[in-house]
């Protein structure tokens, strides 16, 4: 491949992967880590890249690792568990992240430049916003190049102007801080963005991307996936780390519990005035925009290949688009409501998932892929059980399952999950190891076993 088209699609598939990520919510955490961190900007901006930057890279690289889509991923759990994660994926896209965004673009988007628009304004918003995310979307195969190579820069250029004001003309010298432990508090803070859940739903479509660009499936794919996740890597880490210190140097001004929105809000404000809103509401829009784009695609991609093409894609992406404008219009707090269930369901399998796919030449067998992924779902079905009854969605209390699942260890860290779902991949691989089962040869070990063959002959 020539090196100037290499890095031409590196940086264009890493813009890409960088704004379908970075959607609303990556916005408003950073700078509340910031503003509770205070002094010790530095740890809490480490532990918000390894965990909010990272881990959802690695998402990527771990379905690149084992194919090219989710079922090579999953296949070392069940053959159909794929069928599974697209249902409950496709139900999570169109009640809750894409309504998100198109709700959040509008509320806080919209409406910080134009206050006083009047009611109709919403859905007249709303059709434009997601009319304009099918046209981006309903073509598979230029959806990242069009993110890439047209809206991503100008998210960047707004996300940029905000960091460099706060750099060259900071509001304060970061000072003060009330958590005990910046890292461990950022850390945990930004796994709320659920962005590991991302890089496992749309690494299907960076991967088709790069296909269409003629990079063959097995090393050389793999090579190029690298490359643009560390583009994106980088891009995240920037827009991140500023406004994480743009949060740290706003401590005499706001106080540590100010919520998300209102706190972003008014350290823009103070930092560059209306000026500065209307920057910041472009930014989320524009964000929101990339986001609900990228996962109409994937959402489409998977209603496509469940149908087994008997729904075409584009009608697919059209049917999608129309569902989520008219679950957008109800408003941001009832779809966080609705959603919450779904993607607690979902967070579990996905971090183990990425973390087994990463790890896939240290596993002896899928013995541990299946005993610790059934451990995952286990506990993330309580877990979206529990959110729907603090949501108000369920009504009856699993009070005696609740008790015992506080005294698994991490479970008041947030991660009652963790520590089953490591022991039921040992007894899973311990019990693989005495039957003498094999383990499967997933879609990537194939294609470097072709590469091999190729390189041979």
């Known amino acids: 491949m020539n090196e100037k088209k290499v890095l031409k699609d590196s940086l264009v598939v890493g813009f890409a992967m960088f704004a379908v990520f970075f959607g609303a919510g990556n916005l408003v955490f950073p700078p509340q880590i910031g503003l509770v961190s205070g002094a010790s900007v530095i740890p809490a901006a480490i532990g918000l890249a390894l965990s909010g930057i990272l881990f959802p890279m690695l998402a990527v690289a771990a379905v690149g690792n084992t194919g090219t889509k989710i079922e090579d991923i999953t296949s070392h759990v069940h053959s159909k568990l794929h069928v599974l994660c697209m249902v409950v994926g496709i139900m999570a896209v169109t009640f809750g992240t894409i309504p998100r965004c198109g709700g959040v673009a509008y509320e806080i988007g919209l409406m910080g430049i134009l206050p006083e628009l009047p009611p109709i304004s919403k859905w007249i918003f709303l059709l434009i916003f997601f009319g304009i995310a099918f046209l981006i979307a309903s073509s598979k195969s230029s959806v990242m190049d069009n993110i890439g190579k047209f809206i991503t820069p100008a998210l960047l250029i707004c996300l940029l102007i905000i960091v460099v004001l706060t750099v060259v003309n900071p509001l304060g010298t970061p000072s003060g801080g009330v958590t005990e432990n910046p890292f461990t508090n950022a850390f945990l803070t930004a ?232 022991v039921g991949g040992i007894a899973g691989g311990i019990i693989f190891k005495v039957l003498g089962k094999e383990s499967i040869i997933d879609e990537m070990d194939r294609m470097l076993a072709e590469d091999e063959q190729n390189a041979a002959a």
Request: aromatic fraction near 12%; include cysteine; hydrophobic fraction near 55%.
């Open 191 to 422: 796994i709320n963005t659920g962005d590991v859940g991302t890089g496992i739903v749309c690494a299907g479509i960076f991967i088709t991307t790069l296909n269409a660009k003629g990079y063959k499936p097995g090393r050389e794919q793999k090579k190029i996936l690298f490359r643009v996740i560390v583009v994106a890597f980088v891009l995240l880490f920037v827009i991140y780390a500023g406004l994480c210190y743009l949060g740290s140097t706003g401590t005499k001004f706001f106080a540590p519990d100010t919520e998300n929105t209102v706190l972003l809000v008014g350290l823009v404000r103070k930092l560059a005035g209306y000026g500065g809103i209307v920057v910041l509401s472009l930014a989320i829009i524009f964000a929101c925009f990339t986001t609900a784009a990228g996962m109409i695609a994937t959402a489409a991609d998977w209603i496509n290949m469940l149908s087994k093409d008997k729904i075409p894609y584009r009608i697919a992406a059209l049917a999608l688009s129309i569902a989520i404008m008219l679950v957008a219009s109800t408003g941001v707090s009832f779809i966080i409501r609705l959603s919450g269930p779904l993607f607690n369901f979902l967070f579990p399998m996905y971090m183990t998932l990425t973390v087994l796919g990463v790890c896939k030449k240290l596993i002896p067998n899928d013995g541990v892929w299946k005993g610790s992924i059934l451990m995952a779902l286990i506990f993330g079905l309580y877990r979206a059980y529990s959110v729907a009854v603090t949501n108000g969605l369920i009504s009856f209390r699993l009070t005696a399952i609740d008790h015992l699942v506080a005294a698994i260890p991490l479970a008041e860290s947030g991660f009652p999950w963790l520590v089953p779902a490591i």
